[in-house]
């Protein structure tokens, strides 16, 4: 079986997918399976001019709106690049990422195409400031769930919490499955060290949907009730100017690190004591698993895709959005209690390597794949006839 993973980012950039997906494809061809990876480069900007329609509702009325027109001018884009690398078939492509699915369809009608949707990118939008719910931008891409359900062979995504908010947007939401995000054990190294100082770290774009606001906040107050700290923040985005104000604000900024943008932090993470992440949303939060795999202490936020990795009080803390006293009060409890820290740490390792180990993923997506497997259809048919 020949399949085509169609990114949207190449992989070297930031992010779940790009962790995730290439590990996918080399464990895959090293069974013997036929797969390669393909996405739309950053320098490919302006250069498709094809006209763009769906069946399910007209876009033209959005139309002259930035952030709409920028999507349909990358929509554009991918079909160009498409048309331009692509020559051979493929039985089956497996995209991961709305454009990429509806590009990939059009271009190959009667190649079947499964969609894996690992986040909400209207809702990154509202969380960050840049659109208004209910918005014309808005009822524009969550109208696109719809044109996928119509369009593509199977819809897939990373969490149950997901699955249910993009079933408010489909006309058949059992069609959608679920299977969550797997990781290669083998880049995660567990190291044992000893801080004397409890070292916290954070991973993520630098966005105000991350919610490190909210981290920062807590951490003074950690710093007024006489706990010692290390922060350790790894990414870059347009809020790092005002996070770093905010760290001076409130008297951490000696106690922080801002390190910019890292392509492997899994590297990184084992020497260091607790993740903490206080999102306003998340779809799956991939970070969370790979600071599990690193046997880190856990601490999120008690939404989507996170709630579902953390159960309380057991494998990691989980506090309200936007609640800096009650996350001050979880980065408390596990820097005056290492051994509650370590437990914490030990659940969420053992249940990262149960539950989201690479090789699970294989198997579901092996199981999504013969299903859809046309070549192998008409065997078993040309079987059932002789």
């Known amino acids: 079986m020949n399949i085509l993973q169609a990114l949207f980012f190449p992989p070297e950039q930031p992010g779940g997918v790009s962790s995730m997906v290439p590990y996918i494809l080399e464990r895959f061809n090293k069974k013997g399976w036929e797969m390669e990876l393909f996405s739309l480069p950053k320098r490919i900007r302006g250069k498709g001019s094809e006209d763009?329609?769906?069946?399910?509702?007209?876009?033209?009325?959005?139309?002259?709106?930035?952030?709409?027109?920028?999507?349909?001018?990358?929509?554009?884009?991918?079909?160009?690049?498409?048309?331009?690398?692509?020559?051979?078939?493929?039985?089956?492509?497996h995209a991961h990422h709305p454009i990429a699915a509806l590009v990939m369809k059009q271009v190959f009608p009667q190649t079947p195409v499964i969609l894996t949707i690992h986040s909400s990118f209207e809702r990154e939008l509202i969380l960050n400031g840049r659109i208004v719910e209910n918005g014309v931008e808005h009822q524009f891409l969550?109208?696109?769930?719809?044109?996928?359900?119509?369009?593509?062979?199977?819809?897939?995504?990373?969490?149950?919490?997901?699955?249910?908010?993009?079933?408010?947007?489909?006309?058949?939401?059992?069609?959608i499955g679920v299977i969550p995000n797997g990781f290669d054990e083998k880049r995660f190294r567990p190291i044992s060290h000893e801080n004397q100082v409890t070292q916290f770290i954070t991973v993520c774009r630098l966005v105000p949907a991350k919610g490190l606001d909210t981290l920062l906040v807590a951490c003074g107050e950690l710093k007024k009730r006489g706990h010692p700290f290390v922060l350790h923040i790894i990414g870059d985005g347009p809020s790092r100017e005002e996070l770093e104000k905010l760290a001076i604000q409130h008297n951490i900024y000696e106690d922080t690190i801002f390190y910019g943008y890292m392509l492997h932090p899994e590297e990184f993470m084992p020497f260091f004591d607790v993740f903490v992440l206080p999102s306003r949303a998340e779809a799956f939060g991939s970070v969370f698993a790979e600071a599990a795999l690193c046997w880190l202490a856990l601490i999120g936020t008690d939404v989507g895709g996170i709630a579902e990795q953390i159960e309380h009080g057991h494998n990691g803390l989980l506090v309200p959005v936007g609640d800096a006293?009650?996350?001050?009060?979880?980065?408390?409890?596990?820097?005056?209690?290492?051994?509650?820290?370590?437990?914490?740490?030990?659940?969420?390792?053992?249940?990262?390597?149960?539950?989201?180990?690479?090789?699970?993923?294989?198997?579901?997506?092996?199981?999504?794949?013969?299903?859809?497997?046309?070549?192998?259809?008409?065997?078993?048919?040309?079987?059932d006839e002789s």
């Open 52 to 93: 763009v329609n769906f069946i399910t509702f007209d876009w033209r009325k959005y139309a002259g709106n930035p952030i709409i027109d920028k999507y349909i001018q990358t929509y554009k884009d991918y079909v160009w690049w498409t048309k331009l690398r692509i020559s051979k078939k493929y039985d089956i492509i």
């Open 142 to 175: 969550t109208q696109i769930y719809g044109e996928l359900e119509a369009k593509v062979d199977q819809i897939i995504t990373v969490s149950n919490s997901f699955k249910q908010y993009i079933g408010e947007y489909v006309q058949d939401s059992e069609r």
């Open 325 to 383: 006293m009650a996350l001050s009060n979880a980065l408390e409890k596990v820097v005056i209690d290492p051994s509650f820290r370590y437990n914490l740490a030990r659940a969420a390792w053992e249940k990262a390597k149960k539950t989201y180990s690479l090789n699970r993923v294989l198997r579901q997506l092996k199981s999504v794949y013969e299903r859809y497997d046309v070549n192998k259809q008409a065997e078993e048919d040309e079987s």
